[in-house]
């Protein structure tokens, strides 16, 4: 089992411009939620998705949107990025009421 | 809104002692409590789950407790080595799978 995966592993974009970011959920998960961490923060909650549908949102602006797939992959697309949504983008999965797993994240730099 | 405080910040220890970090959380209320360690720049790792009626959870030299009515948990990490420097962070879960975050005790264990 390979557990989460996160691709890419490290990004670099222009202010203003869009990046999507890839998880493929551990075996047999079937809840994706995602998750920013800013340096020395813990993560925040993004929103989740279950069933291909976003089942609940933090508190994050429109330009935060996502997808799931019927195979449970999902994908986190940010657009007109501020230099302040450079962090640390972390994807957990889970089954029902149970223990998260996360991926090693990917590192988003705007500059 | 829940809230989730966790004390020490930071701490650095010589390599041996048996330590414990808090965590505190404003909304009883809650599903399960779990305890994560980071790496710098890396992803999250598991460490503990404790359900909401559970006391204590343990896992080799690690221990986990927690207090509901009083919105308290602890982690005690006995015998501690220079292996165990990390950030740890506790997340609770009201229910629905999105998980609130403190921001973490980052730990530095002196050989």
């Known amino acids: 089992d390979a557990g989460v995966t996160q691709s890419p592993t490290h990004l670099i974009k222009t202010r203003g411009q869009q990046v999507t970011l890839r998880c493929s959920p551990k075996?047999?998960?079937?809840?994706v939620s995602w998750y920013q961490q800013a340096l020395g923060q813990g993560p925040q909650f993004i929103f989740q998705?279950?069933?291909?549908?976003?089942?609940q949102r933090g508190n994050f602006p429109d330009r935060f949107s996502g997808h799931q797939f019927p195979n449970y992959s999902s994908e986190l697309n940010v657009n007109a990025l501020l230099l302040g949504d450079s962090a640390l983008y972390l994807c957990a999965s889970s089954l029902a009421i149970s223990e998260a797993f996360f991926g090693q994240g990917t590192r988003l730099t705007v500059v | 809104k829940q809230e989730v405080t966790q004390i020490p910040a930071a701490l650095s220890v010589p390599e041996g002692e048996n330590l414990v970090l808090n965590c505190s959380f404003t909304d009883s209320a809650i599903y399960n409590l779990q305890w994560f360690r980071q790496d710098p720049g890396k992803g999250l790792t598991s460490l503990l789950l404790i359900q909401s009626s559970q006391r204590e959870q343990t896992s080799g030299r690690l221990n986990a407790s927690l207090d509901k009515s009083s919105g308290r948990s602890t982690l005690y990490i006995a015998a501690s080595q220079p292996g165990d420097s990390a950030t740890y962070l506790c997340a609770v879960d009201t229910g629905r799978r999105a998980l609130t975050f403190g921001s973490g005790t980052r730990l530095q264990v002196q050989p």
């Open positions: 998705y279950y069933e291909e549908e976003e089942r």
């Open positions: 075996s047999g998960h079937d809840t």
